[in-house]
Nanobody, 126 residues
Framework: QVQLVESGGGLVQAGGSLRLSCAAS????????MGWFRQAPGKEQEFVAA????????NYADSVKGRFTISRDNAKNTVYLQMNSLQPEDTAVYYC???????????????????WGQGTQVTVSS
């Protein structure tokens, strides 16, 4: 079992920044690819970013590319999502997810992940 706890969400004005953290416990963190997903009210969950187990490869949704950065610190068992130039359409509950894998890239689809955090709310005001 892997337990994931997100933090860092909040209310920010458009153009502002937030950094989300996801702390993992329970298994060897460096064996897991990590992903961030989000879900806005009335919308389906969508992929935001993923990072490989090594941290060497990352993927981003087109909607956040150039604004968001995913990173990880395996020594701290934590994955981060730095969000810059936030817009109201970024408002959502953000979830981190973990998948045990030796693949070179982190998965992009929710059903490929094994473990999920409880989510953290990000609200961007215009």
């Amino acid at each position: 079992q892997v337990q994931l706890v997100e933090s860092g969400g909040g209310l920010v004005q458009a153009g502002g920044s937030l950094r989300l953290s996801c702390a993992a416990s329970g298994r060897t963190f460096s064996n897991y690819a990590m992903g961030w997903f989000r879900q806005a009210p009335g919308k389906e969950q969508e992929f935001v970013a993923a990072i490989s187990w090594s941290g060497g490869n990352t993927n981003y949704a087109d909607s956040v590319k150039g604004r968001f950065t995913i990173s990880r610190d395996n020594a701290k068992n934590t994955v981060y999502l730095q969000m810059n130039s936030l817009q109201p359409e970024d408002t959502a509950v953000y979830y981190c997810a973990a998948k045990w894998t030796t693949a070179a890239w982190g998965p992009l689809r929710p059903h490929e992940y094994d473990y999920w955090g409880q989510g953290t709310q990000v609200t961007v005001s215009s």
